[in-house]
């Protein structure tokens, strides 16, 4: 889990956060944001691919009741605070999770001590799936509790999403170079390398299959669809370079072999010429 930017909400210079975070087996990016009002509390889960978002907006009023009806209140400033500090992982006390409608409903259940409701018929479900909930969580002595932010899901692919995918895109390829540079300087790094590629080729799959979709959707700028496709680009000149730097290392690595092999057969051909 990792942190991209690290200016807490209601901090000088800016008033957002953003976090890399795994959730049940998938990635997020959560962003959380104060208005310039700075009494309202934006919320945002997005897949690391940029393919579905959900987002809120939560009034003090609002945080401030939901706080209270849980029995452990907290101040809007407080309770700010206490997310900031559980998506970026600095305390064991508070944690987040983002679940669906049925994993919201099945948690209360076992808080209630009781089995999960009947499932709901399927427009319903649907409709009810379609939601997220960021749960921060507040572990106190013999206790924990819980305060759910409902999260609406966007339709469609806007710009401003896919300019946020090209964003993450360009941060990522300039640490995978890095990465890759730092590698070939090591030595021996062709099983790492060979892992990284995969990797970079299961990225492009699907960054092009976004750039489809969001082409396919039209309506967009033409020259952020741009940028995508040269991220695209930029990822599979990465990944080749990692497959000749793959293929470099396999190459030394089998003359030094050879070389080893031969030097010991010398010494071995010596050995028996002395022993005549």
Known sequence: MEGVTANPPGGKGSSSESHRLSFHGSNYVITTSLLPSNDVLRVEAETEDGMDRWWGDFASSYVEDISRKTGNFKRFEVFVQMLSTALAQRSDSVFVDLLTYADLEALKARRAGGQAPAAPAAAAAARANTKRYLILTYAVEFDRVHYPLPLAHEDGASAEALQRVVR????????????????????????ALRQENAQLRAQVQRLEDRAADAL?????????????????????????????????????????????????QAAQREGVAMAR
């Open 216 to 264: 396919a959707a039209g309506g967009q700028d033409a020259a952020l669809h741009r940028q995508l496709e040269d991220a695209v680009a930029a990822y599979e000149q990465l990944r080749a370079e990692s497959a000749r730097e793959i293929r470099r290392l396999k190459r030394e690595a089998k003359e030094r072999q050879a070389a080893a092999e031969a030097d010991a």
């Open 168 to 191: 993450r895109l360009r941060e990522d390829l300039a640490a995978a170079r890095a990465a890759a540079a730092a590698q070939s300087e090591s030595g021996g790094a062709a099983d």
